[in-house]
Each structure stands twice: as structure tokens, then as C-alpha cells.
């Protein structure tokens, strides 16, 4: 799995934030808006400031998810790099194993020559590799060295059995992991992409606004530059 490109992303979400900073800034530093109140002003500016502080929110809720992200994608390369170790270890236990089972194969043709028929019969009953070890292990007869291999080569078949199994829980659980946070991630920037949307609604709003306070502006002046004509021609 592969992450997408950070750096394009943090600039996407600082351009966001830039554009509802401006908007603000349209709203509050026009002139004349410092005495209008009203209501389409005032909402406007309190709908980009919400939508400013739920940005910030989602942009900290996104770092969050990714840096969730990258910890599981490089937790399950690790577990994966890990099985590889794994199998190479139980291909190596296979070797081991397929040695033993060599070595008392030469153990049973020479018991077979020496006439120990008692105990070959015992271990030619066993049905499988490892009950024909359970069988050996029950006989004092076999020479230390021969016990002794068969123990290390037993412990370890068992417990690379058990990590192998464990690993490849892990690795599940990883790829899960990994999974979900990937959704977060996508579910965070499909929600930043709605406030785009939404903030191309307001620099649109904003700039209507812009225009009407411009022509009550021009109208006031007018206005006043009447009033002042109108005076000057009094006697």
C-alpha cells in the first residue's frame, strides 16, 4: 500500500486555510464593514470563522490518521520482512528434520540387523513422524547423542510452528490495521473536500457582499455630497 504525496497535501490544506482567512479578511477589513451589522454580514462572517475552526479540526484529525497510517504500513512491513525470516528458519528446521528422520532410519536398519526386533516392532507401529520421535523418546536404549538431536530438532519444529502462526496473525492484524486507517484518512479528505466546496460558496457570497457594501458606500457618499451641495446653496 502506498501513501499518497504528503507534501501535496499539507499544501492543499494550508491553501484552504488561507482562502477562509481571506474571506475573513474581506469581511472585516472592507470599508464600512466595521459599522455595518448587517445580518447577511454578520452571518457570513460567523459561517467562515466556524468553518475556519472545523478545518483546523479536520487538518489535526488528518494528521493524526496518517501518522496512525504510516506506523501500520511500516508495522506490517516489519511483520512481512519478519515471515520471510520465518520461513527461512522452518525451511532450515525442515532440513534438521529431514536429517533426523536420515539418521534414525540408519538407527532402524541396524537395530533390525542387531536383532532388537522387541523395540522395532514398537517404533514400525508408529504411524507418523512424530509418534515414531514420542516412541523413541520412551527408550533408554538410544545413545545420548542421537536422544539429544532429536530433542533440539523436536523444540525447535514446535517453535518455529508457533511463531510462524503468530506472525502471521500479526500480519493480519496489521493489514486490518492498516486498512482502517486508510479509510480514515480518505473519510478526512473527502469532509475537507466538502468544505472546499463550501468555501467556493463563501468567496462567491463574500464578493457579493463585497460589491453591495461598495454601492452603499457610493450611495452614502452621494448622498452626502448632496446634503453639502444643498447647504452651500442655502443663503
Known sequence: MVFGDDHND?????????LVLLALLFVALLPGFAHATTPAIEKAKKEAQELLALLDQMNQELGAATEEYNYANQQLKDTQAAVKKTGRELKQAQTDLAFAQ???????????????????????????????????????RLGRRDATLIDQVKAYRDQESERKAQLESQMEQQKVYAEQAEAARHKI?????????????????????????????????????????????RP
Do not use: P, W
Open 189 to 233: 479528505l473527502d469532509q475537507v473536500a466538502k468544505q472546499n466546496k463550501a468555501l467556493a460558496g463563501k468567496e462567491a457570497q463574500i464578493a457579493k457582499l463585497k460589491k453591495e457594501e461598495a454601492a452603499r458606500q457610493a450611495k452614502l457618499a452621494a448622498e452626502a455630497r448632496a446634503r453639502k451641495a444643498f447647504l452651500a446653496s
Open 102 to 140: 536420515g539418521a534414525l532410519d540408519v538407527r532402524l536398519v541396524g537395530m533390525y540387523k542387531a536383532g532388537k526386533t522387541d523395540l522395532l516392532s514398537v517404533l514400525l507401529d508408529a504411524t507418523s513422524f512424530t509418534e515414531l520421535i514420542s516412541r523413541l523418546d520412551q527408550f533408554e
Open 10 to 18: 499539507q499544501m492543499y490544506h494550508r491553501r484552504l486555510v488561507a
